[in-house]
């Protein structure tokens, strides 16, 4: 199968907060965000947002327990869907063959598609894996 990818330009940062952080503290920073994830778990709450806002409401997360960790300068690849759920191994393509290519990755999936997102230093370096699979890359 022949996926179509979408390179987007700007710029992303996980955080990871304690299960306990209340929303009040994160919900301010996904205001005005076209794009965001938050997943929380028992261990962990992890947001994904742009960080193309203002420090002032960066700091609004830091935490003084020492658990809170930003990981900046991702970037993401969105699988242009929507994606039946019928459809095998699409994962499974695109994170073996950045794998292969020593790529670390953090994905996030939907309803209709999936997000790939890798360190900004190595998006062109994905960019051109997936193409060499078969697949196309538009850069937004």
């Not at 929303?23 to 205001?31: F, T």
Request: proline residues 6%; hydrophobic residues 40%; negative net charge.
């Amino acid at each position: 199968m022949k996926l179509e990818l979408e390179l987007d330009p700007l710029p992303y940062t996980v955080h990871r907060l304690p299960p306990s952080t209340p929303a009040s503290v994160y919900l301010p920073l996904i205001d005005d965000q076209v794009w965001y994830t938050i997943t929380k778990t028992p261990e962990e709450i992890s947001l994904v947002i742009s960080h193309d806002y203002a420090d002032t409401k960066e700091n609004q997360l830091l935490l003084n327990d020492g658990e809170h960790k930003i990981s900046p300068d991702w970037r993401c690849f969105k699988v242009k869907g929507p994606l039946d759920f019928s459809y095998v191994g699409i994962m499974a393509n695109l994170s073996g063959a950045l794998a292969e290519n020593k790529i670390s990755l953090f994905v996030v999936s939907t309803y209709d598609t999936d997000y790939i997102l890798v360190k900004k230093d190595k998006a062109l370096d994905a960019k051109q894996v997936f193409e060499n699979i078969g697949h196309s890359v538009d850069v937004l």
